[in-house]
């Protein structure tokens, strides 16, 4: 039988994981990656990404982005934690839930609330608004039950 933590952390890692990939396909693969490493003026970017960082991509967007990347990738099974990896792409992957609960905690908490509580319209969203809120909602929920465990993450 599981426990409410394991089905909270669960459900909020297959929110995260839909969320994030829904979000990569919105804004476009290319310009996911081209956010992760720095190429964010509007000029590198194609017209979805530009459309939803209409007033230009800050820290705590390609932070967003780099962590939907990774939680595609580590959803995906592209990467795991493994010996084979630096310890510090195990310890970025142990901590993710967590960071994903720090970001959406800190620069998302009225979207994570208003999707909680089903205030959010995802029908007058676009559509990498959508994923977004999907996301950090899944990351908080999964971040909070990897705390709730009283385990390591």
Do not use: C, K, Y
């Amino acid at each position: 039988m599981t426990s409410i933590q394991t089905t909270a952390r669960n459900l909020g890692g297959a929110l995260a994981v839909i969320g994030s990939l829904m979000f990569v396909l919105a804004i476009g693969v290319g310009d996911t990656w081209d956010i992760m490493i720095g190429n964010t003026s509007h000029a590198d970017l194609g017209t979805d990404a530009t459309a939803f960082f209409s007033s230009g991509v800050d820290m705590m967007d390609r932070i967003f982005v780099s962590l939907t990347g990774l939680t595609v990738a580590a959803g995906l099974g592209l990467i795991g934690i493994s010996r084979n990896n630096p310890s510090i792409v195990n310890d970025v992957l142990r901590w993710a839930p967590l960071l994903g609960l720090a970001i959406g905690v800190t620069e998302f908490g009225s979207t994570v609330m208003d999707t909680i509580n089903g205030d959010f319209d995802f029908s007058t969203a676009s559509d990498a608004a959508a994923a977004q809120a999907l996301a950090v909602t899944g990351w908080v929920i999964a971040g909070l039950a990897n705390l709730l465990t009283g385990r390591r993450v």
